[in-house]
C-alpha cells in the first residue's frame, strides 16, 4: 500500500480537525494544586471581605474523608447553618462536594473533622503492599469555594485557624483563581476517573496504584500527562485526546488497505472522527482509548501479513506478523479485552492453513504435522513475547514495593474479579446486556451538574446512531458476502459430481496414455488490487467481507458468555469496525451513477447528528430542557 499526496493532506486534515474539536474545554489546565492534609479535628474561620449572600460553600476533595460543620456568624458570635460529608465513597478523589444554604455574612466557620479513610489498593487483602496503611482518619483539601445566592463566586480573603497552629492552613484559599464554582466535569474528576486518573498519579508518585484491575498500561500512558501538565483536569484526559486523534491515520489505513482505494480511507476515517463514543471516551481519563489504539494497530499489521499469505503464500516474511503481536500486547497491558479480537484473527489464519493442508495427498498425521508447520510453530513461540512484554510493564509496580510473586497473585485476582457476576452490582442503573450495544438501547450517563438557570451540564456515552445503526445494518449484510451460500453448495454440488464421474470413469482409466497430461487447474487465489478479494474459479471470495465480519463478532458475541454485568464501552472496541463495515459499501457505489451525492448526503447526515447531540456527550452547558428533549427511548440524560 502506496499513500499519495491525497492521502496524507486527507488524514492531517481530518486527524487536526479531530483533535481541534476533541481538546475544546476538555478540562481544567489551571486547577489547584496544593493541599492541606488533617489527621485530627481543626476548627477555622475565612473571611470573604465584607457581607455577602451565601449560597454554597464547596470543597475540593484530594482524597480522604471528613465531616464538615458549617457556620455563619462572626468570632464569638456563630451559628450552624449546616453539614455535609467530604468523600460520600472511599474512592473519590479529586471531587467537589458542597453544602447549600443562605447566610448574609462576611465570615463563615468551619469544623472540619477526619474519618478513617482507607488508601490500599485493590485486592490488598490477598496481596499485601509494604506500603498498606490501615484506615486512619485523614482528610486532604484542594480549596475552598464560596458561590453567592446571585451564582457568582465570592472570593476567600483570609483565613485564620481557632485554638491551632497549623501553618498549612492558607493552602486551603492560595487559589481561589482556579477555583471553578459551580463545578463541572472541567474540574473534577468523574465516572472511572477516580481510578484510572487516580492511578496514574501514584505511579508518578513512585506508589502502587490504587486500580488493580487492568493491567498498567493505559495509566502508565496517562501518567505522562500528568507529568507535562500536573496533576490538573487537562493532565488527566490529554493523552487520550492525543491516542484517539492517532487513531484517524489508522482507520484511514485500515480502508485503504482493504479496499484500495481513497474513499474507502476517508470514509471510515471520517465516520470514526464524528462518532459519539470514539469523542467522548477520548475525552475522559481511563484506558479504553489506548485499548482501541492497540488493537487497531495490531490489526493493521495483521492485515499486512493475511493479505501477503493469501496473495504470496506461506513464505512471506513474518515481520508485519510479529508487529501485530507486538501491539497487541500492549493492547493486553492496558485490558485483556484484546484478546477477542486477536483470537478472531488467528482463526482467518488457521482458515487459511486447513484450506491449503486440506487439498495434501497425505494421511491425517501428516496433515496435522503440517499444520502447525511454519509459520504457525513461530506464532506459539510468539506467546512467549506477549509475556514478556506483559510482565515488563509491571516494572513500576515492582520499582514500589510490589514482588513477582505478588504480580503473577494479582493476575488471579484480576480473572476472579472480572469472571464474577457481581462486580458492581451498585451500577445496575447503567450497565446493559450485550446484545443492546449496536441498537444505543441504554446510554450510560457519565457525568453532570445542576447550574443556574437551568442549565445542566451532562456527559453521555452513547454512539452516533447515524454510524452504529448503519454500520450495524452493513455488518449483517456482509455476512452474505464474506459466507456466500452459493459458492459453498456450489463447491458441495462440485465433489459430488467429480466422484460420480470418479466411479463411472474407472472402467476407462487403462484407455488412456501413460504420457498424458491432465488440464492446469485455475490458480487457487488472486488479490484484486480494487476491491482485495479472493478469488477461487468461478467464485470470488470476499477478503474484506470476511475480515469485518469476523472482527466483529469475535469481539462482541464472547460478551454472552460474561456473568458480570457489562457497560456500552465495551463495544468501543467494534466502533472501528462498524465504520469499516459502511466504508465498504460506500467504495461500492462511490463510482456509480448518484453514488457521489448519496455518500456525501450520508457523511453530512453524519455531522449533523454529531452538532446536534454535541452538548450531551461533551458535558457543555445547556438548558436542560433542550438536554431532555434529545433522549433517546425515553430515558432521562440528566443525573439519574
Known sequence: MQLNKRDVITIVLLSVLFFSIATWNVGLVQAPVTNWQGTQKENFYVDLGGVQPVQTVYFWVKSGNATVLVYSGSPENWRYVGQFVLQPRGTDYSQWHSCSFSAETQYLRFEVQPLPYDSRPNFWWVIPNPSDKEPQPFAEVSEIGVLSQSNQQIPIVAIAGENTSDPHLSMLVDEQSSVQVPPTYMSEMYFDEVYF?????????????????????????????????????????????????????????????????????????????FDFMHFTMSRMGTSDT???????????????????????????????LFAAVVFFALGFSTKWVVLYGAVG???????????????????????????FDHPFLLILGFVGVVALIYFATYIPDMLAGDSLSGIFHLQLEMFNFHSASSVVQAHGLWDNAWWSWPFVLNPLW??????????????????????WWVGFVCVILLIGKAIPLKVLFAGLRKKLTKKTQSTEGDSLAASKPLNSTPAPEAADCSL?????????????????????????????????????????????????????ASAYFINKIWDKKYGKAATIAYLAVVVAVFVLFYSVISGMPTASSWIDSLKLFGKTWLRP
Open 197 to 273: 486518573a487516580r492511578s496514574a498519579a501514584n505511579y508518578l508518585n513512585h506508589q502502587i496504584p490504587l486500580e488493580r484491575t487492568h493491567p498498567p498500561v493505559g495509566k502508565l500512558i496517562q501518567s505522562l500527562g500528568i507529568a507535562f501538565f500536573g496533576d490538573v483536569p487537562f493532565g488527566w484526559r490529554i493523552m487520550g485526546v492525543a491516542f484517539a486523534t492517532l487513531m484517524i491515520p489508522l482507520m484511514y489505513l485500515l480502508g485503504k488497505k482493504l479496499f484500495g482505494t481513497w474513499i474507502g480511507g476517508f470514509s471510515a476515517a471520517f465516520l470514526l472522527a
Open 290 to 320: 489506548y485499548v482501541v489504539f492497540f488493537s487497531m494497530l495490531s490489526q493493521l499489521f495483521f492485515l499486512f501479513y493475511f493479505m501477503n499469505v493469501v496473495k504470496k503464500g506461506w513464505k512471506t516474511s513474518v515481520l508485519p
Open 345 to 371: 484473527m488467528l482463526a482467518l489464519l488457521a482458515a487459511i492453513r486447513i484450506r491449503d493442508i486440506s487439498k495434501l495427498k497425505k494421511g491425517l498425521g501428516a496433515k496435522y504435522a503440517a499444520f
Open 446 to 467: 457519565l457525568a453532570g451538574s445542576s447550574l443556574p438557570n437551568g442549565v445542566y451540564s451532562t456527559i453521555m456515552l452513547l454512539g452516533n446512531p447515524t454510524v
Open 528 to 580: 484484486s488490487d480494487g476491491s482485495q478479494t479472493v478469488t477461487s474459479k468461478p467464485h470470488r471470495w470476499d477478503l474484506a467481507a470476511i475480515f469485518i465480519v469476523t472482527l466483529f463478532f469475535f469481539q462482541w458475541v464472547p460478551y454472552m458468555l460474561i456473568s458480570r454485568i457489562t457497560y456500552i464501552y465495551h463495544f468501543y472496541v467494534n466502533v472501528p469496525i462498524l465504520c469499516l
